[in-house]
T-cell receptor, first 113, second 116 residues
Framework: KNQVEQSPQSLIILEGKNCTLQCNYTVSPFSNLRWYKQDTGRGPVSLTIMTFSENTKSNGRYTATLDADTKQSSLHITASQLSDSASYICVVRSTGTASKLTFGTGTRLQVTL | NAGVTQTPKFQVLKTGQSMTLQCAQD?????MYWYRQDPGMGLRLIYY???????DKGEVPNGYNVSRLNKREFSLRLESAAPSQTSVYFCASREDRPSSYNSPLHFGNGTRLTVT
């Protein structure tokens, strides 16, 4: 069964600190992995996508990594800001005629003063 | 740009009542989706529409019906609401052509439904 597991479930950090969120998946065959940010009371918004051939990709203070061999991805947030407080959802897409998305349950990040 | 617009934002129903959740997108996307989001669970697909005039069941379709009214609008109907349908419902759209294989889902801001 295709699964996406995220850790930690929740995280509290001080403003200005860095943090790393993890995503492990068993989805096969793999097409791509996307990270979404979901603010409270809003819909998810795409942050970045990782395809099979990509190891690292940055989007401002967000850096995503992908290890397709171990089926792991991480999202690193540098110099956190209060506006980074949100849930971060990892979504993996399988390929082929039955292509589908499998969603993780998310990591809830709270950035405090 | 409005993107994906959902109405209503909040709704409380009694068991057995019916209602329709509305969704419209202004991005000219072919594909539209309905998801539900429950605490401790990932988003789950209820129904989707790959193009105007077509709809297909997702992972959790029981108790729901959908209508793809035109390219812009995709509605979700609960014919007889049950407490198990208490959830946050998200509509999404996506550009779905071979040249846009890796395009993201664009979500609305959700409808928070409580069934008592």
């Amino acid at each position: 069964k295709n699964q996406v597991e995220q850790s930690p479930q929740s995280l509290i950090i001080l403003e200005g600190k860095n943090c790393t969120l993890q995503c492990n998946y068993t989805v096969s065959p793999f097409s791509n992995l996307r990270w979404y940010k979901q603010d409270t009371g809003r819909g998810p918004v795409s942050l970045t996508i990782m395809t099979f051939s990509e190891n690292t990709k940055s989007n401002g203070r967000y850096t995503a990594t992908l290890d397709a061999d171990t089926k792991q991805s991480s999202l690193h947030i540098t110099a956190s800001q209060l506006s980074d407080s949100a849930s971060y959802i990892c979504v993996v897409r399988s390929t082929g005629t039955a292509s589908k998305l499998t969603f993780g349950t998310g990591t809830r990040l709270q950035v405090t003063l | 740009n409005a993107g994906v617009t959902q109405t209503p934002k909040f709704q409380v129903l009694k068991t057995g009542q019916s209602m329709t959740l509305q969704c419209a997108q202004d991005m000219n996307h072919n594909s539209m989706y309905w998801y539900r989001q429950d605490p401790g669970m990932g988003l789950r697909l209820i129904y989707y529409s790959a193009s105007e005039g077509t709809t297909d069941k997702g992972e959790v379709p029981n108790g729901y019906n959908v209508s793809r009214l035109n390219k812009r609008e995709f509605s979700l109907r609960l014919e007889s609401a049950a407490p198990s349908q208490t959830s946050v419902y998200f509509c999404a759209s996506r550009e779905d052509r071979p040249s846009s294989y890796n395009s993201p889902l664009h979500f609305g801001n959700g409808t928070r439904l409580t069934v008592t």
